[in-house]
């Protein structure tokens, strides 16, 4: 069982920036993929980003060059600098974690990212 709470979103101006954290407990994440989806009202809940267990890192088309996804096993974190946000980033974000891609996982229960002027 991982219990994941994500926080740092917020209101921010076009081309601004965020970093979003999800703290886990209950077990480590060093032996999962830990993933940051979003979902804009309307929309399906999409990947944003992935970090796998060894570090190795994907992104979404629409966020790669703006946003890093990172890890400290250590600590049990996961965070997302978002940088070069735009209106279209606003959206919730939630943190997962699996143990293999097949599986459902763990939720967080999402931080609000809005990017307006």
């Known amino acids: 069982q991982v219990h994941l709470v994500e926080s740092g979103g917020g209101l921010v101006q076009p081309g601004g920036s965020l970093r979003l954290s999800c703290a886990a407990s209950?077990?480590?994440?060093?032996?999962?993929?830990m993933d940051w989806y979003r979902q804009a009202p309307g929309n399906q809940r999409g990947l944003v980003a992935r970090?796998?267990?060894?570090?190795?890192?994907n992104y979404a088309d629409s966020v790669k060059g703006r946003f890093t996804i990172s890890r400290d096993n250590a600590n049990n974190m996961l965070y997302l600098q978002m940088d070069s946000l735009k209106p279209e980033d606003t959206a919730v974000y939630l943190c997962?974690?699996?143990?293999?891609?097949?599986?459902?996982?763990?939720w967080g229960q999402g931080t609000q990212v809005t990017v307006s002027s």
């Open positions: 997962n974690a699996r143990r293999s891609i097949g599986l459902a996982g763990y």
């Open positions: 209950g077990s480590t994440i060093r032996d999962y993929i």
């Open positions: 970090i796998t267990t060894g570090g190795m890192t």
